[in-house]
């Protein structure tokens, strides 16, 4: 109610206001919200007073979205450990095959039954799982098996198709390159299973970048979003599909006004490429990348807000052929900036694999322009595999005699050795010093170092011995800098780790 009230009172407010423009010398400077500058800009009537007469034309077109699954559970949960034979008295430890399910939400948009949803909205929940089948409920009440045409785990889209149906009530994508922030959408879909729901809301921010992979371009809207809404779809006031409701933003499991949706102009794209049949297809450069903090590029000396930091270049792949660096900031690739709206991985997955295309990277304080031919991106669980968090707090004792070229730092290091390599799964032939223990207290444990972390430079120089770190150390010092930059390689995997210096 307090809501309701709150928004009742804005539309009154803002019906007045339309009256009330003043006149103002010409040129004179106004504020934004000055009423007569807004009136043109504002939604007809103020406001929508019904959503009821678009609703009625779109819900036939959402349906809900079920699958059977079956999986393997153990029926002794001690099964295979010490204590499956507990109280002398063995239980049976034989898996058995129990059925599950799962909902969500999906749109027709055809009249011959192909479905739109979320790749999460028909894949198995638990590992081991097998789907079985999947059905698709018209708003009508009809249910129908769906076959599976093509499913996109990197975008979260699947494809589905109902046969032996025609004259279905079907919508169409829309343009979600105009939305814009505070414009009215409404999502429709079956939250917790309970059948066609509607909610209203806005968008509140668009191209949100939430970490989820390289199609991470999200609209955020406050219209409510629970589980069961993925694969539903969000409309703007012309009844376009300009996005698929995708993830929530939660605490609680329930909706807090954070919802995202995948654009239309994502989307569309990966879709039509499913009903052809083809292969998705995105572009893959083969770097590790870091997000230039605002220490980073203090230390690089770049400018913060833009670009990404390679940490590491895969062998044989485009970078690497196109003699991009380890310690290169790469700030646009062919003309597009790389921001944190606008990712490096974003701009290079868009991408044709095979294209030939410019990127402009800064190396050691000066611009340079490499011409790549931009590669085929791997899966994303071979991309998994690659991913290193200096964030990690991992699983080291944090144990070790304290050396005294590296106390400033709170690491104890000693040159990394073959066998050392080894035994913390580096290259035997990698140079550095490897870390022995980690002062608690120390920025560098905040930042995640601990033992076995293998220091390969610092401020991009190489280091073979303590000596070699103390001389980075003063260095910084000298140059009247709080930090240290070090790589740090842990097993195949590498970061550049920005670690104060300490008193």
């Not at 032996?164 to 959408?185: E, H, I, M, Y």
């Amino acid at each position: 109610m307090r809501y309701a009230y709150a928004l009742a009172t804005s539309l009154l407010l803002g019906g007045a206001a339309a009256t009330l423009a003043l006149h103002q010398p010409a040129g004179a400077q106004t504020a934004q919200n000055e009423p007569g500058a807004i009136q043109a800009a504002a939604p007809r009537g103020g406001a929508p007073m019904s959503f009821a007469d678009m609703v009625a034309k779109l819900q036939p077109a959402v349906v809900n979205i079920s699958t059977t699954q079956r999986v393997q559970v153990q029926t002794n949960p001690f099964a295979g450990t010490p204590f499956g034979d507990l109280f002398g008295q063995q239980a049976p430890s034989k898996p058995v095959t129990r059925q599950a399910e799962s909902l969500g939400s999906g749109f027709v948009i055809s009249a011959d039954g192909y479905v739109v949803t979320n790749n999460h909205v028909i894949s198995a929940g638990d590992r081991g799982a097998v789907v079985e089948s999947i059905s698709v409920k018209l708003a009508d009440g009809r249910e129908f098996k769906a076959k599976l045409i093509g499913r996109d785990a990197q975008s979260d889209l699947a494809l589905l198709k109902i046969d032996g149906v025609t004259n279905l009530p079907f919508v169409k994508f829309g343009d979600s390159g105009n939305a814009r922030v505070g414009d009215w959408v409404v999502a429709i879909g079956n939250p917790f299973g309970l059948g066609g729901t509607v909610t209203a809301g806005i968008i509140s921010a668009v191209h949100r970048v939430t970490g989820s992979g390289a199609y991470d371009r999200f609209i955020q809207t406050d219209a409510s979003i629970n589980r069961g809404n993925s694969g539903g779809p969000m409309f703007d006031l012309n009844g376009n599909v300009i996005g698929i409701n995708s993830q929530i933003l939660s605490p609680t499991g329930g909706n807090v006004g954070i919802g995202f949706a995948i654009p239309a102009e994502e989307a569309k794209p990966v879709i039509d490429q499913l009903m052809k049949g083809t292969a998705i297809k995105r572009g893959y450069l083969g770097v590790g990348m870091q997000d230039v903090t605002d220490d980073i590029a203090d230390a690089l000396g770049v400018p913060k807000g833009r670009g990404t930091l390679v940490s590491r270049v895969e062998p044989g792949e485009a970078a690497d052929k196109a003699g991009v660096k380890q310690g290169d900031v790469i700030v646009a690739v062919n003309g597009k900036d790389v921001t944190p709206d606008q990712t490096l991985s974003y701009l290079v997955a868009n991408v044709t694999p095979g294209t030939k295309v410019p990127i402009q990277v800064i190396r050691d304080g000066k611009p340079i322009t490499l011409n790549v031919t931009v590669g085929t991106r791997p899966s994303e669980e071979q991309l998994a595999a690659n991913n290193f968090d200096p964030n990690d707090d991992g699983s080291g004792d944090g144990n070790g005699a304290p050396d005294a070229q590296a106390a400033s730092l709170g690491v104890a290091v000693q040159p990394l050795t073959p066998q050392i390599a080894q035994s913390v799964g580096v290259d035997p032939k990698t140079s550095g010093l490897v870390v022995l223990g980690v002062d608690p207290s120390s920025d560098a444990a905040g930042k995640g170092l601990r033992r076995g972390d293998v220091i390969v430079s610092a401020n991009k120089a190489p280091v073979g011995n303590a000596g070699d770190l103390a001389k980075a150390v003063q260095a910084s010092k000298t140059a009247g800098k709080g930090t240290v930059l070090l790589y740090i390689q842990r097993r195949n995997f590498g970061a550049y780790v920005p670690v104060e210096i300490g008193g």
